[in-house]
Structures are given as structure tokens and as C-alpha cells.
């Protein structure tokens, strides 16, 4: 049987990817950024996962406003790397888990969440910055990928609510799964955030620590968090939290913080980032 | 009926909703469309006649050509469409934003490594008003 073991989030900031593509991770404004992940690394080498799901928003690459899936899995064996305006970054291709992915498919649906499939497609930096942030710049990732794509960029994104019994129903779907796989899911974006128009540039540092809080704490007031209140209290491009309830949904009722960094600021953003055991309760 | 915009009160933000996405489709695509390089060489060599290749707006035009980073929001932009105009212009995420907030680079990155924007006094329209 497969099972869940661990959950991280992670922010997805492009600047971060840009920052390690281009060599600059030693320079002041970087170096603290990829030093909150060192431990990080070092806990993921020794989990050593078989899979990990990352929930993630694509950003205009893959998915434009022809097709806008609110969920999306991607089901293919590979998922190259997009080229988002500065060329593809260049980091490996993403190799996916087919038969795993096509299982929770099936699975969720019948659970009631009609997952778009996907199977072609390309993956940017929503996607990369966290693999790159908790595996360093391997010839080949570690491990295969699920994507998992949600709508956070055309308004109004599912809720809260809606996220956290998605990552229920891909717990489901991952311990029905035959083969014995230890899988990692990934929550991605946030924290708090504004890229756009006269307000950009909001961090809501109260907000961020609240939610890294109840996250582990209180996920049921998290997910009781209205569109609104991420919009005004934590910038438009905060509202990608809910996708860190995706992952959180996924995990038990009862977890344990195994590590913890924040840190304002990397470009426009607070950089949040947490990592979780399944403790069997 | 329309559904209720609670959101419209927030100052300095246009929220990309359905609505906008709609009214900004083909000036989005056409941002979507500077990912191939080869697009973003017809498009740096001759803008006026890369954009009429879309049924854009003469004003959603407009604002592309003089970068009006905030007015492209405005006709329905979305910052994740525009920010690929950015890219072609060599600008990063965290450039365009200073401009849209009407700030120098080096105030805006300031402000950033101050800690950002505080949220006191930035929740909705009345606030700005009051401080003008």
C-alpha cells in the first residue's frame, strides 16, 4: 500500500529559481533564502520519498485562458520545462508517475472531485522553485512527480474548504494505491503577496505566522479563511494559500512541525516554508 | 443579477476575476504569445503590427505600446500574462511592480527589505482616501 508520509510547503517565487539559475545564491540578499533550506534538503535526502505530489498554480504557461482547469493532475511520464518569457529554466524535466497519477484520478472522482486529466504539458516555475528549493540542482530529480494544478489566478479560486477535502481525497486515493510507495505531497506559493497595481509589495507578517500556526495547530480555522480576508489581509496573490490546504488535507489530523523558516523578503513576497510528519493519529 | 464584488473596495488591487478575464482575453493571449522567442522577435521588431495581428481594443493597444503596466490591468490584464510583455522588455517581476506603485527601484526593493508594504491603513478605499 502507498502511503502519505510527510507534507511541505513551500513558496514558488520565480526570482528564487532565477537567483540559483544564474549562480547568485551566495550573494547577501540571497544567501539567507537558500540557507533556511539547507536542513530542509538534508531531512528530504533522508526521507528519500518514492513520489511526491505537488500541488502548484501554473502561471500562464501551460494552461492559458483557452482552457482553466480549477483541478488539473497531470498523468503524463514526463512534463517538460515551460519557457515563461527568459527561456526554460534550465533544470531537468519533470518525470511523472503515470500509473499512480491515473489512480488517484479515478479514485477522486468517484470520491466527487472530477479532476481535469492532463497529459501534455509543460511546467514552470510553480512547479520547479520548490523541487529546486528541497533538491538542489540533481542531474535528474530524485524522484518522479504528480502535478497537481489548481486555479489561483482567475478569480474566484475554489475555497478553503474545497482544498482541504481534495488533499483528503488524495489521501484516499494514495492508500488504495497497490504498490508500496512513501510519497511526499507539496503545498505551494504564498505567503502573504501582492504583484500587482498601486498596493503591490504587501506582506502581512501577522497573517503568515497565524497560518504557519494553525496549520499544524487549527486547520479548521484555516479553512474557514474567505477569499476576502486573504485579498485584503494578505495581498491578491496570497490567495494561493488555499493550495497549501491541499497538502495539509492530506496529512493526519495530528502532525508533527519538523521544520520551520519565513523570511521577507524575496522580491515581492514572504517566503513561507514547513515541513510536516504523519504522526499516525 | 451579478454576483456581489465585496472585493471592489480594496485600494490599489483589481482583482482578475472571471469578468476581467473575459474583457481581457485576446490582450492576454497576446502576452501569452511573447513565450515563443520567435514572437518576442516580430513583436520587439515591429509592436503596432504585432498587436493588430489581435482583436484587441485600440486602448488595450495603447496601453501595451506605452506600457502602461496599471491601465493594462484595468482593460483586463492579468499580472501573470503581462509580466511575459515585462520579460520581453528585460524587466523582472519585482521591476514592474515598482513602477505600477509608482515607486523608484531602489524605494520600492527598500520597502521590501523594510519588510513590505505594512497592512495598517492599506485594507480599502476609504483608508487611502482619507490619507490621499
Known amino acids: 500500500m502507498a502511503r502519505i508520509v510527510a507534507g511541505v510547503a513551500a513558496s514558488h517565487i520565480p526570482a528564487v529559481g532565477a537567483a540559483w539559475d544564474n549562480g547568485r545564491t551566495g550573494e547577501p540578499y540571497w544567501r539567507p533564502v537558500f540557507a533556511g533550506f539547507e536542513a530542509s534538503k538534508e531531512w528530504i535526502a533522508k526521507v528519500k520519498p518514492d513520489v511526491c505530489i505537488v500541488v502548484y498554480n501554473d502561471h500562464a504557461s501551460a494552461f492559458s485562458l483557452e482552457i482553466i482547469p480549477t483541478f488539473a493532475i497531470g498523468c503524463a511520464a514526463e512534463f517538460p520545462i515551460a519557457d515563461e518569457g527568459w527561456g526554460p529554466r534550465p533544470v531537468p524535466p519533470v518525470k511523472g508517475h503515470p500509473e499512480l497519477a491515473t489512480h488517484i484520478v479515478q479514485s477522486a472522482v468517484l470520491d466527487e472531485f472530477d479532476l481535469t486529466v492532463v497529459n501534455k504539458m509543460e511546467v514552470d516555475h510553480g512547479l520547479t522553485v520548490p523541487l529546486t528549493l528541497m533538491f538542489g540542482q540533481p542531474k535528474e530529480w530524485p524522484c518522479p512527480v504528480i502535478p497537481v494544478s489548481v486555479n489561483v489566478v482567475v478569480y474566484p479560486v475554489p475555497t478553503g474548504n474545497r482544498c482541504y477535502m481534495l488533499g483528503r481525497a488524495i489521501r484516499k486515493a494514495v492508500e488504495s494505491f497497490d504498490q508500496d510507495l512513501r510519497v511526499v505531497i507539496f503545498g505551494t506559493g504564498g505567503m502573504s503577496h501582492q504583484l500587482q497595481g498601486p498596493r503591490a509589495g504587501l506582506i502581512n507578517r501577522e497573517f503568515d505566522t497565524r497560518f504557519l500556526d494553525n496549520l499544524s495547530k487549527d486547520p479548521q480555522a484555516l479553512v474557514k479563511i474567505s477569499h476576502l480576508e486573504y485579498l485584503r489581509e494578505a495581498g491578491s496573490e496570497a490567495i494561493e494559500l488555499v493550495m497549501w490546504l491541499i497538502m495539509r488535507g492530506a496529512l493526519d489530523d495530528k502532525v508533527k512541525e519538523v521544520r520551520r523558516f519565513y523570511h521577507v523578503p524575496a522580491s515581492n513576497t514572504a517566503l513561507g516554508h514547513i515541513i510536516f510528519e504523519n504522526t499516525g493519529r | ?132
Open chain 2, 1 to 132: 443579477m451579478a454576483l456581489p464584488k465585496d472585493y471592489d473596495d480594496l485600494p490599489g488591487t483589481v482583482v482578475f476575476d472571471f469578468d476581467q478575464a473575459r474583457q481581457g482575453y485576446h490582450l492576454n493571449m497576446f502576452c501569452m504569445s511573447l513565450m515563443k522567442p520567435e514572437n518576442r522577435a516580430a513583436f520587439k521588431a515591429a509592436q503596432r503590427a504585432y498587436l493588430d495581428k489581435w482583436p484587441m481594443t485600440e486602448e488595450q493597444k495603447q496601453a501595451v505600446l506605452k506600457r502602461d503596466w496599471n491601465g493594462m490591468l484595468q482593460l483586463g490584464g492579468n499580472i501573470y500574462f503581462t509580466s511575459k510583455l515585462a520579460a520581453t522588455d528585460g524587466l523582472s517581476f519585482q521591476q514592474i511592480a515598482a513602477i505600477m506603485t509608482g515607486s523608484t527601484q531602489e524605494e520600492y526593493a527598500q520597502m521590501m527589505i523594510n519588510g513590505g508594504r505594512a497592512i495598517e491603513g492599506n485594507r480599502s478605499k476609504s483608508e487611502w482616501k482619507k490619507h490621499g
